[in-house]
């Protein structure tokens, strides 16, 4: 089964993939906390393809991008220590592709395809 959960992080100060950033993937449960479903590290292309091996239920999730520690190996500072990007799905046969775009002072995220 492909993965229902993509990502792809580009650092946009240098035009490159962000390779090496760790990534945490959680849903939100109904008491409100979250509960972690799947850890990655962006490969050489900056993208996560095997996140999940299970499709998403409707629910709200959580992408969490370990960004200081990606600038730390790049020996750069940032004023990110992390990224959470907060989505619904709705359709558990959809798949949901989750890019973030990258610098050491800010970000952008969107659905992609």
Do not use: C
Not at 47 to 56: F, P
Not at 64 to 69: C, N
């Amino acid at each position: 089964m492909k993965s229902p959960i993509t990502t792809h992080v580009l650092n946009t100060s240098t035009g490159r993939p962000a390779a090496g950033m760790h990534v945490v993937l959680a849903v939100r449960e109904a008491s409100g906390s979250w509960r972690e479903l799947a850890r990655g590290v962006t490969n050489g292309d900056g993208r996560i393809t095997d996140l999940l091996d299970e499709s998403l239920g409707r629910g709200v999730y959580r992408l969490t991008f370990d960004v200081g520690g990606y600038f730390q190996l790049l020996e750069q500072s940032t004023f990110y220590p992390e990224v959470s990007v907060v989505f619904e799905t709705r359709d558990r046969d959809q798949h949901y592709h989750v890019p973030l775009l990258l610098s050491p002072y800010g970000y952008s995220t969107y659905r992609g395809s």
